[in-house]
C-alpha cells in the first residue's frame, strides 16, 4: 500500500527557533499534500493544503507567514514553524494523495514541544 | 460547510462485546469515507475506506457501512479486545477532507 513517511516524531525545540518537519511520500508521486493540525483529545484540523510547484493555500485563521509550507517535489513536501512559541506546540500530521485520486494517505505525526 | 459527528465520544465495554460506532455527516456530496484508528500520541492508521457508490466494506472483525443518502456511516467491531482500545475517526472526502470529533473506545479485559 501507498506508505508516507514523516520526520521527524517527535522535536523539543527552544522558543524563537524554527522547526522543519518533512512529509515524504514513498512510492508514490503525491500532486497534493494536506497539513493538519491535532490539539489533545481533539479531532484533526486542516491547515493549509499543498500542490507541487505552487503555493500552499492556508485555511482561514493560519498564519502562513508562521507556518510555512514548500512542495519542492512530487514526493516531498515541508513545513517549517518559524519562531516557535509554546502555543505551537501540537501534533501535526501530513497527508498525500496521488493525483486524480480523492484518497489520503497519512503519515505518522509530529510531536512538536516548544519550550 | 461539511459537519461531521461522532457519537458517543466516548464508550467503554467489557471484552468479547461487538458494539457500533456512528458517524454522520451534513452534505451527501462525497467521494468516500474512512475511518481511521488513532493510538494516543500517534498518527492514524486507516482502517476501511468506502467509496461514494459502496454500501459497507468489511476487513476482519470490522464492517463499516454507508448510507449516503441520510449521511451516515457506522463501524462495527466484533468480538471486542483489549487491543482495540483507542480513538475512532471518520473522515469523508468532498471538496477537501472533514474529519469527524472521534470516539473513544475502551476495552475492558
Known amino acids: 500500500g501507498a506508505v508516507v513517511s514523516q520526520h521527524p516524531s517527535w522535536v523539543i525545540c527552544k522558543s524563537g527557533t524554527s522547526v522543519k518537519i518533512e512529509c515524504r511520500s514513498l512510492?508514490?508521486?503525491?500532486?497534493?499534500m494536506f497539513w493538519y493540525r491535532q490539539f489533545p483529545k481533539q479531532s484533526l484540523m486542516l491547515m493549509a493544503t499543498?500542490?507541487?510547484?505552487?503555493?500552499?493555500?492556508?485555511e482561514q485563521g493560519v498564519e502562513k507567514d508562521k507556518f510555512l509550507i514548500n512542495h519542492a517535489s512530487l514526493t516531498l513536501s515541508t513545513l517549517t514553524v518559524t519562531s516557535a512559541h509554546p502555543e505551537d506546540s501540537s501534533f501535526y500530521i501530513c497527508?498525500?494523495?496521488?493525483?486524480?485520486?480523492?484518497?489520503?494517505?497519512f503519515g505518522a505525526g509530529t510531536r512538536l514541544s516548544v519550550l | 460547510k461539511q459537519e461531521v459527528t461522532q457519537i458517543p465520544a466516548a464508550l467503554s465495554v467489557p471484552e468479547g462485546e461487538n458494539l457500533v460506532l456512528n458517524c454522520s455527516f451534513t452534505?451527501?456530496?462525497?467521494?468516500?469515507l474512512q475511518w481511521f484508528r488513532q493510538d494516543p500520541g500517534k498518527g492514524l492508521t486507516s482502517l476501511l475506506l468506502?467509496?461514494?457508490?459502496?454500501r459497507e466494506q468489511t476487513s476482519g472483525r470490522l464492517n463499516a457501512s454507508l448510507d449516503k443518502s441520510s449521511g451516515r456511516s457506522t463501524l462495527y467491531i466484533a468480538a471486542s479486545q483489549p487491543g482495540d482500545s483507542a480513538t475512532y475517526l471518520c473522515?469523508?472526502?468532498?471538496?477537501?477532507?472533514?474529519f469527524g470529533t472521534g470516539t473513544s473506545l475502551t476495552v475492558i479485559p
Open positions: 497527508s498525500a494523495s496521488p493525483e486524480a485520486k480523492n484518497i489520503q494517505y
Open positions: 499543498s500542490n507541487e510547484g505552487s503555493k500552499a493555500t492556508y
Open positions: 512510492d508514490f508521486q503525491a500532486t497534493t
Open positions: 468506502i467509496q461514494s457508490s459502496q
Open positions: 452534505d451527501s456530496a462525497i467521494y468516500n
Open positions: 473522515a469523508v472526502s468532498g471538496n477537501q477532507f472533514y
